[in-house]
């Protein structure tokens, strides 16, 4: 169960990291300070770098939930998926990051423009992020699914229900 509790442990920080350098680089964009910007900006690169340690312990968390009552393999595999695709926006927008805080530190012309760029990604990240969060939360939470994925206690999908009568 080790791999199960530190993947809940660690999954937050790429979800929520996400959502408060995108914040924090905003307010540094607003204010035109170069020292907000870089914190926002290196909030970002630490989200960025935290969703590998997410994906790394995913597989253990799979394993240690599969067959328990109420959770469908394909809800996992869903959450994989979505979490494995996540990664073409974080590598870009961390990668961008880093160029743009070395640019702000570095007082180079490019740096405001990168800050800009970096910030519409992370607008995007923070959709897919929320996108992965809720499809991971799925798996055990029944009450944020979708009401068409009910699912029998024993872990198999319901039969539809026509509640039809003559």
């Not at 920080?13 to 035109?32: D, E, H, R, S």
């Not at 990668?95 to 702000?104: I, M, Q, V």
């Not at 423009?113 to 519409?120: K, P």
């Amino acid at each position: 169960m080790f791999g199960a509790h530190f993947h809940l442990l660690v999954n937050h920080f790429p979800i929520v990291g996400t959502i408060i350098g995108m914040l924090i680089l905003l307010a540094g964009i607003i204010l035109k300070n170069i020292t907000v910007k870089q914190t926002g900006l290196g909030t970002l690169i630490f989200a960025a770098l935290s969703s590998s340690v997410a994906l790394f312990t995913g597989d253990p968390a799979g394993d240690a939930v599969k067959g328990l009552p109420g959770v469908m393999e394909s809800m996992i595999d869903h959450h994989e998926n979505i979490a494995y695709s996540s990664l073409w926006v974080l590598v870009p927008m961390g990668l961008l990051a880093a160029l743009a805080f070395y640019s702000l530190w570095k007082k180079e012309r490019s740096g405001n423009t990168l800050t800009l760029i970096t910030f519409f990604i992370s607008l995007f990240a923070v959709g897919m992020m929320s996108w992965v969060g809720l499809t991971g939360g799925e798996i055990r939470h029944t009450e944020i699914r979708n009401p068409s994925a009910d699912i029998s206690p024993a872990g198999q999908e319901a039969p539809s229900e026509n509640k039809d009568t003559d």
